[in-house]
């Protein structure tokens, strides 16, 4: 009975500890795995000498250079020539444009300057023409007034009645005072009263 009480302590204790065995290479292995670095496995060299294996030397992978930086000073020299060339053009245009418009106006100022010299000229032509015209009615009525002013003044003034007022007006202006007032008493009232007033606002 005694021994057979020990055989089964011995058998116990031998699965104890082999089962502590295995528990302590998982939890060996599991620690392995935690520091296993991406690049190169150096961390799973211990767990991998600890049993035993032959360790292969892992040359890590060729690096490849980082993709140079975006550098975008080409594309913007050629996008700076671009909108330099479209200012350049769109300033030509203009240029173009108001040279175009300096043309016109320069035609326009020629074409006003000969309108002005054209009327000036009949401006001219116009006030040489009444002139001659007032010197031509000026000599007509001095000679109205010599003739009236060598008649009676009752006579006169009833052939002056049938005149013109603008014309016995003038006619009256250019005789002496005193023949003028005779005459201008011997007309109708209201057109020696006329003008008598047209004479006063000259």
Known sequence: MKGGKTGSKMLSLALCALIALLLFKLGLTILGLFHVAPADGVAVRPAMAKEGKPHKKTTPPAKTPPPAPFTPQADMGTKSMSDL???ADQIHRQEE???QEKRQLDQLKKEV???ISTLLALQKQHMVSQGQKQTVLNTKVQGLAKIYGTMKP???AKLMGSLDDGLVK???STMPPEKAASILALMDV????KISE???GQ
Request: without cysteine; hydrophobic residues 30%; charged residues 50%.
């Open 170 to 172: 003038s006619i009256i």
């Open 85 to 87: 060339e479209k200012r």
């Open 154 to 156: 009752k006579q006169a």
């Open 97 to 99: 444009k108001l040279r």
């Open 113 to 115: 300057e000969q309108k």
């Open 198 to 200: 047209d004479l006063s």
């Open 190 to 193: 209201k057109k020696a009263a």
